[in-house]
Structures are given as C-alpha cells and as structure tokens.
C-alpha cells in the first residue's frame, strides 16, 4: 500500500472521530458555546478544539508533504501554516476549560490528563519556533540529521497528544459516572478507539513515506 | 548522542516508573497479592504486571538490537524471549483484573482503558506469531519491507500499549476520588510521566538506529 493509501486511513478516522466527538458533544451532552453562562456548554469547546482544532491539524500538517501537491515549497509552507492554526485553535480549547474551572471553583491542572496536555501543548510551541526558525527562515538547506529530530520529536509530540486525549476523554466518563451499558459510553470508547487509529495511521503515513 | 544513548534514558524511565509504581502499590494502596481475598490486593496484581512484566519488558525488547551484545541471532533471541515473557506476565495481568472484577461484581471491559487494553494485548499476540512464524523459522531472510512492517506495527502496539497504561491511571485516579492536591495524586501523575516518556524514548531509539 502506498504512503498516501495509509494517509487515506488517518483522515478516515480522523474524520470519523470529528463526526462521533460532536454526535457526542451536541446530543448527549450539552453543546457547545464559548460564551455561555452554563459551565458545561463553556467546557464542551475544550474537547471539540483540542481534537478538531490541535490535534487533527497538526496530524494532517503531519500529512501535508505526502497529501499536498506541488513544490517543496508549497508543501513546506502548508505544513507551517496548519500547525499555526492548531495551536491557536488549541489556545481557545485551553482558555475553555480554564473558563469552566473558574465558573465552576475547580483547580487548574492537578489530573494526569492535564499534566501530559499541558506538557505536550508547551513542547509543541516550541517545536514550531525551531521548525520555523530551522526551515523557513532563508538560508543554507538544515541537515539530514535536524530534520530527522524534528520529525521524530513531531512524531512523539503527536503521540504524547494522543495520551491527553484518551486520558481525558476516560476522565470525563469516569467525572459523569456513566454506567457500563449506557450508549453514551460506547460513543465516547469508540471516539477514543478513533482518536488513536488517526494516531497510529498518521505515524504510519510518515514512517512508510521513507520506503514507499 | 548515540542510539545506545537514547536507549539509556529509556531505562532510565522505564526503572523510575517501576519504582513509583510500587512505593503506590505498597505505600499508598492495599499492597500486592493475587492470592488475596482482598479484592484490591488482587487488583494491584494489574497495573504491576502490566507495567513492569509487560509494556517495560516489550519496550526493552524493541531495543535488545542496540543494547544486547553479540550476533544478530542472538540479539532476535533475547527479543523474541523478552516479547514472549512479556506476554505471558501481561496474561497474569489481565487474570488478576478479570479476578478482581469477579470478586467485587464489577462488569469486565467496558471502559475506555479495558477496550484499549485488551484491543492491544490481542494485536500483540498475533504480532508476535507472525514475528516468530517470519523470522524465526530456519529459512529464506525475510525481505526489509517485511521487516519495515514489524517494527511499524510493534511501535504502533508499544504506543496503544502506553496509552492503555496512561488512561488506566487516569480511571484509577478517578476511581478512588483523590483530591488535587494529595501526595497519592501526584506521584500517579508521575508515574504516569515515566511510563509516557519510556514510551517516547524506546521509539527514539529504535528511530534513531537507522542514523545513528
């Protein structure tokens, strides 16, 4: 199978895990909106932006030099620009929940979830200065050996972001104490199993690239 | 820094999270006890086994190739042993949890962390038949897009398996109600550092290999 066969798989399950997320967030929970007085709506932005906003982009930017046609240069400049987007988008899913704990009294970053987002979302920030200061700034071509540690550390990031989310995702069903048999359990497990299979097709789509 | 470098550090995480885990298992929790007939004792059976029989022991058989001496038979030896051993405690390891379930009348596999969990272990079990049906057999040397295949399916299984271990803390956590600022949570929340960062740093260093 081709690099871009494999590709083909993550945007599937990253799609199918954007689609199961707002299923989730719309008709079982509460909605979704930045600006409400119910705490709950204020807290649904957190989950739809770090999934939808971080970490499908930064995986289709990830993606961008097999999916994107045209010039190094294009491809080189998506992968950029989508990871920039992700990180503001993933500013406004952090100020969210930080809203929520404020309306709600509750402590800022105490659970493992936020331990390794947080972590992780700090990390990233700092892997796109290098990266932009590395590759996009005009000047001789980086060596082989930076641009294989940007990859590999993109790739641990990537995966590292894919742990805060599953562990966030198992914190809120365990905070909305629902019972083994209740649907909404099985669509929050099957986002989960969807959030990882994007994960796992993304590192695929970058490691066969080298042998396809 | 070398391959073997990188592989150091694993240890390094990889022994850190062995230990926190079982100053948490001793010190704060009930102690470990398959045996038991507290149901918790039992219990405690599972994070141990899963941890340190087996994502640390499949983890250091992804790296026997730099850190075993000696020929290459031997080093697919000790890798083919280390994945096998790992598997054989991880079954003790489900035992115990599945016992524990029995005891306290608890439905087995419903969470996220169980749907991840066993999801894994099965992969885990057919990737290891193929491994030894391909490489272990006398015959023909397998071709590198096989052996490609492997090591991109084995990191993928290392990472499920990471993610299991993290979301399986994250519900524990939550289980026992801890409040944000106990001891008990953060040495949890670091534990579960560990475990990710052992994670990262065995798949830096099966990365790097093919550089260094």
């Known amino acids: 199978m081709s690099s871009l066969g494999i590709s083909g798989f993550a945007h599937l399950f990253g799609v ?12 079982y929970r509460e909605g979704i909106d930045f600006d409400s007085d119910n705490g709950f709506r204020v807290f649904n932005v ?11 982009l930064v995986g289709e930017a990830a993606m961008a030099f097999e999916t994107v046609p045209g010039l190094r240069q294009t491809k080189k400049f998506v992968h950029m620009t989508l990871h920039l987007t992700a990180i503001i988008l993933g500013i406004v899913g952090l100020c969210a929940v930080f809203k ?5 009294h509750i402590v800022n970053v105490y659970s ?6 947080i972590g992780t979302f700090c990390l990233f920030g700092l892997q796109w200065l290098f990266g932009f200061v590395t590759f996009m700034i005009p000047g001789p071509s980086a060596p082989t050996r930076t641009r294989m540690l940007h990859r590999a550390f993109g790739k641990a990031l990537l995966f590292m972001a894919v ?12 905070f909305l104490n629902l019972k083994p048999h209740q649907r909404e359990y099985h669509l929050i497990n099957f986002t ?9 097709f993304v590192d695929f ?3 066969f690239r080298n042998f396809a």
Chains 1, 2 share one sequence.
Do not use: Y
Not at 112 to 117: K, R, T, V, Y
Not at 165 to 174: F, Y
Not at 192 to 200: E, K, M, Q, R, S
């Open 46 to 56: 957190h989950p739809l932006m770090m999934f939808t906003g971080f970490i499908f």
């Open 192 to 200: 989960g199993l969807a959030i990882l299979l994007f994960g796992v």
């Open 163 to 174: 742990c805060a989310a599953e562990t966030g995702l198992m914190e809120k069903s365990s």
């Open 16 to 27: 199918l895990a954007i689609i199961l997320l707002l299923v989730w967030l719309l008709h």
């Open 100 to 104: 929520f704990h404020d309306m709600a």
């Open 205 to 207: 789509s970058i490691n």
């Open 112 to 117: 493992l979830h936020s331990w390794i987002g």
